[in-house]
């Protein structure tokens, strides 16, 4: 019953975000979904890694006829679209298979499966498809903010951002110092982010095969609610970034005529009067907060529990992602510190639903939900104060973001089950 509530709430939010993207002349998700069967896919990478997400309920063998189904779907339409002429423009030339292999698999598991079987493999289906409408509902959300969210409030996080020192402007220098090596292991590092998370879920899931069922909480569902949440926060908050709103950057075209001024990454923004400011009706407002910086330190916690390589590779995810957001020019400081916070409350949120609620996750819950509102509040309404005291607001910030950290740690760690000491046998006196 809960799966299918779940399901029946998914069907009803993209029907709406249909609805919606129709109004202003563009397809929806389901619409940008469903051309994917035929079209070259937006993100073929994508359609795969949803597709490895879909076979941790399959046996080895049915996950290499899976693949070898999918490879050979796509060399089929890579040879029609040859012998017809049809040049890939935008997207992949490659993962319509993959999206054919999923939906032979909801096909299998309506007409060929019974019981706890079929539930089994649809929900393997559904979690594959979730990813890919989750990327697809976010663009969407993004177009939404675009159209209804004409002025926006950068000025207000650039002026709050001098209270830490206008991170975004120092680390784009940084960036673009390292030629054209830094920004290319960033961008791939950046695009890639939902690729990476897979590759994460993928060992949490590594034994659902055997076991026939899912653990009670993985990456996957903080993933989601994530990027369900954050959008409804840019409606609150649109903010479109350093790069858009002053001007042109290392990197590429920012904001054009649109942009405040030329300054980014050179000349720090003046931090007086700061005021909502008109901006286009195309870029989106998907600054704040932070939501790569959220599922980045999502990927982080989640990776924690595993071998070495992914604990570092966590790290390095965490580490690089930072450093693309603000060296790009993507987002300021405060705009990290609230995704760290958001990700946080989210993760503890859902661990407290998958364990029950108790006291100590109640008041996680809820200290990170009021320190996030807190950010926000000042960044909205105390800009200048900060910018004119950065010696007190800049640790008041750091330590707000500590202080969640710590709480969050502290109260997980008495929810992590204990292992009582294995007695050892007392020595017994020997005959002689």
């Not at 663009?139 to 969210?149: A, Q």
């Not at 603000?326 to 990290?336: I, S």
Request: hydrophobic share 50%.
């Amino acid at each position: 019953m809960l799966w299918a509530a779940a399901g029946v709430v998914t069907l009803g939010f993209l029907i709406a975000l249909e609805i919606a993207a129709r109004r202003y002349g563009l397809p929806g998700p389901i619409t940008s979904q469903a051309q994917e069967i035929i079209f070259p896919p937006k993100s073929g990478f994508l359609l795969y890694a949803s597709m490895a997400l879909m076979m941790v309920v399959l046996t080895w063998r049915q996950r290499f006829i899976a693949i070898a189904a999918a490879i050979g779907i796509d060399v089929v339409f890579l040879l029609v679209r040859w012998v017809i002429d049809a040049k890939t423009t935008e997207g992949h030339p490659f993962g319509n298979g993959a999206l054919w292999v999923i939906l032979g698999c909801a096909f299998i598991a309506v007409t060929r499966r019974t019981g706890q079987e079929r539930v089994l493999l649809l929900k393997g289906v559904g979690l594959g498809l979730l990813l890919v409408a989750g990327r697809k509902t976010g663009d969407t959300w993004l177009l939404i903010t675009s159209k209804t969210r004409p002025m926006v409030l950068d000025q207000y996080l650039a002026t709050a951002d001098h209270a830490l020192g206008n991170p975004s402007w120092v680390v784009g220098r940084i960036v673009r110092a390292t030629g054209p090596v830094g920004p290319h292991v960033l961008d791939w590092v950046y695009v890639q982010l939902a690729v990476a998370a897979v590759v994460f879920a993928l060992y949490q899931l590594r034994h659902v095969a055997v076991e026939r069922r899912f653990p009670g909480h993985h990456l996957v569902r903080t993933f989601l609610v994530i990027g369900l949440l954050g959008p409804g926060i840019y409606m609150i908050f649109p903010v479109v970034g350093p790069i858009f709103a002053y001007g042109t950057g290392a990197f590429g075209t920012g904001g054009g005529h649109w942009a405040m001024a030329n300054l980014w990454p050179d000349i720090p923004p003046p931090s007086n009067n700061p005021h909502p400011m008109l901006y286009d009706e195309i870029t989106p407002r998907n600054c704040m907060p932070s939501l790569h910086t959220a599922w980045a330190t999502a990927i982080f916690i989640h990776s924690r529990k595993g071998p070495l390589i992914l604990r570092f590779a966590g790290a390095f995810w965490l580490i690089t992602t930072l450093g693309a957001t603000l060296g790009f020019g993507y987002h300021y400081g405060v705009d990290l510190i609230a995704g760290v916070v958001f990700a946080l409350t989210i993760e503890a949120a859902l661990r407290s639903l998958e364990r029950g609620w108790d006291r100590s996750g109640i008041q996680l819950v809820a200290y990170g939900t009021t320190v996030f509102a807190a950010l926000l509040v000042s960044y909205r309404y105390l800009p200048v104060e900060m910018a004119e005291h950065p010696w007190l607001f800049g640790p008041l910030l750091i330590l707000a973001l500590v202080s969640v950290i710590h709480c969050y740690v502290r109260t997980t760690r008495l929810w992590e089950p204990r292992l009582a000491p294995v007695r050892q046998p007392e020595p017994q006196p020997e005959l002689v």
